[in-house]
């Protein structure tokens, strides 16, 4: 199955669009990572080198592959610089009318037989196709998992109106950044988050009535299910605001108030304990 795509173009250089860049230049596709911020730019360069230089260190690749892919990588914050990839994968905000926003703006400059892609955790793909207007059979859906340079899974998603060659074409995409693609159909959460936040949410349950403490629970879940991290640990790492969000849209998407966040995990959002990135969450990460 062949994907017939030169050039890879990122949208958003935060930690998933940074790691979907680096992948995708490893695997020797030129990439260009876009973000309106140039010091988000910097950072995200800045993590590329030291992540790259970490590679080399430990022997998984050599100081000419890592030379290699960095020279694969261009830095922009001008929307025009994506106009010639052949495939663009958005990587921001997990906020449908956002991204509906920008790829609405992106759209009338891409009149070629590009792709447009997002890495949208739980949006409905059909939905957020429809700012594309006749191009929305160009349109998919292409969940990485963080951190993406060592999390091997795809989760690929088909709109209502993404046409079977554009399916083909990403399912090889995937794998050609050796990835594993595993193709899902375009309802709230798909299949990774249909299964994982319900659970994730039914650990702040457990620890909201008292059952067990947050660390008990997670080493119940550790080493009774063989879980490399428990469900509230992963939830910091992931996000909780971010937890809290995709919770809403499938409780949404789905019409079933089940899937609605935990009072306590809003709790916690409302109070800015969001986990790692803030230093604090279901655990104090400040040291």
Same mark, same amino acid.
């Given at each position: ?5 030169? /050039? ?17 230049? /490893? ?41 290699? /892919? ?55 793909? /059909? ?161």
């Amino acid at each position: 199955m062949s994907h017939n795509i030169n /050039t890879v173009a990122v949208i958003g250089s935060g930690q998933m669009g940074g790691g979907i860049a680096q992948v995708a230049a /490893t695997a020797s596709f030129p990439t260009t990572i876009y973000d309106q911020s140039p010091e988000a730019l910097k950072k995200c360069e800045a993590l590329h080198d030291k992540l790259l230089a970490r590679a080399v260190e430990k022997g998984r690749m050599s100081q000419e592959d890592a030379d290699a /892919t960095k020279s694969r990588i261009t830095y922009a914050s001008d929307l025009s610089a994506l106009e010639s990839a052949d495939i663009v994968i958005e990587a921001i905000v997990e906020n449908a009318q956002i991204k509906k926003d920008l790829f609405a703006k992106l759209a009338p400059k891409m009149t070629g037989n590009q792709i447009f892609a997002s890495n949208t955790s739980s949006i409905s793909i /059909t939905d957020l196709a429809t700012s594309v207007g006749s191009a929305a059979d160009r349109f998919i859906g292409m969940h990485f998992f963080n951190p993406v340079p060592v999390m091997k899974l795809v989760e690929v998603i088909k709109g209502l109106a993404t046409s079977e060659d554009t399916t083909n074409r990403v399912l090889a995409l995937a794998e050609a950044m050796g990835k594993t693609a595993v193709p899902a159909n375009d309802r709230a959460g798909f299949v990774s988050n249909r299964i994982l936040m319900p659970m994730i949410n039914e650990a702040f349950y457990t620890w909201m009535e008292g059952v067990a403490e947050p660390e008990h629970i997670d080493e119940i879940m550790k080493l009774g299910m063989a879980h490399p991290m428990g469900p509230l640990r992963l939830a910091d790492f992931i996000g909780l605001d971010t937890c809290a969000n995709i919770m809403e849209v499938m409780a949404d998407g789905l019409s079933d108030p089940r899937y609605l966040p935990c009072p306590l995990l809003k709790q916690l959002v409302t109070a800015g304990r969001l986990g790692d990135k803030s230093g604090q969450g279901v655990y104090d990460h400040s040291k």
